[in-house]
């Protein structure tokens, strides 16, 4: 998630930035969009209408390349949604953060029987570093650029960095570069050359550590709604197999509550089977 956050803080504030580096012009007009596509809502990292292109660049960030549902298709169903609400030329990029062999990074469409869909893809550890490092938008990304030397590309991002003028911008941007540089370097060579200071100061870092926190907590309790759902099924049915301790673990709070009162008229491992399969 921490990612996540610091890719699409940097989208937010630095649009002009991204739509001409991907983009490849010089483009002024960029309207942002809001980010939660309707339907079953799902939530793109960031979206830029370019009304003098009549265009919209869709952009997302990805750490790994497996995901549930893929990527491709969902890349698809973002498409779908935007074509549908906007109805407008849409160019979609997918850049992905961390180097890896997989040759799932190297896919750029989806192709089922007559349904062929495509995009393109910017693996960011192939992309030279020299552009990134012109823009204070795009600075936290140089550091996973190609480089010859990593301790030097560290130096001269830190440099950038200690040329912010404006001191929260300055905080936002070295706590972003912290925390993408991990994804690539040991933490004793990040912190030869970055301010700790600076990013714990950031009112960013700060939110998202926050985030995590309040999502530590929302695990802790979902988890200790599983353990209490599957304490009582043991007592009512007996052994619940692993597939279905499996299912239960990965049911919503919503759900375990509904679980946890239905369960009382279960008489046996049938019952519980029919209800997940409902409620699923």
Same mark, same amino acid.
Do not use: F, M
């Given at each position: 998630m921490a990612y996540d956050n610091i890719c699409r803080y940097l989208a937010v504030e630095y649009p002009d930035a991204f739509v001409n580096w991907l983009l490849d012009g010089d483009i002024t007009a960029i309207q942002p969009l809001p980010t939660e596509l309707n339907l079953e809502p799902i939530r793109s990292?960031?979206?830029?209408?370019?009304? !003098? /292109? #009549?265009?919209?660049?869709?952009?997302e960030f990805q750490t790994v390349p497996a995901s549930k549902p893929t990527l491709p298709l969902r890349m698809l169903d973002y498409w779908v949604r935007l074509y549908r609400k906007y109805s407008c030329s849409i160019e979609q990029v997918v850049i992905f953060l961390k180097e890896t062999t997989s040759e799932a990074v190297y896919i750029n469409q989806f192709a089922v029987d007559k349904t062929f869909h495509s995009y393109h893809v910017v693996r960011i550890w192939e992309q030279d570093s020299s552009?990134?490092?012109? #823009? &204070?938008?795009?600075? &936290?990304?140089?550091?996973?650029?190609?480089? !010859?030397? &990593?301790?030097?590309l560290l130096e001269q991002v830190a440099a950038k960095v200690d040329m912010i003028k404006e001191? !929260?911008?300055?905080? #936002?941007?070295?706590?972003?570069?912290?925390?993408?540089? /991990?994804?690539k370097f040991e933490e004793d060579l990040v912190r030869q050359f970055l301010r700790e200071e600076l990013m714990r100061e950031s009112p960013l870092y700060q939110e998202i550590l926050q985030e995590g926190i309040q999502q530590g907590i929302q695990q802790g309790i979902q988890q200790g709604e599983v353990t209490l759902a599957l304490r009582l099924l043991t007592r009512r049915l007996g052994t619940v197999s692993p597939m279905l301790q499996a299912q239960i673990q990965q049911l919503s709070s919503v759900q375990l509550e509904a679980l946890s009162e239905a369960l009382l008229d279960f008489s046996t491992t049938e019952d519980l089977i029919a209800w997940l399969q409902v409620h699923q």
């Open positions: 990292d960031a979206l830029y209408l370019l009304p !003098d /292109r #009549n265009q919209i660049l869709h952009l552009l990134l490092l012109t #823009n &204070p938008g795009l600075l &936290p990304l140089a550091v996973l650029a190609q480089t !010859d030397s &990593p301790a030097g001191s !929260d911008k300055q905080r #936002n941007i070295s706590a972003c570069v912290e925390v993408l540089a /991990r994804l």
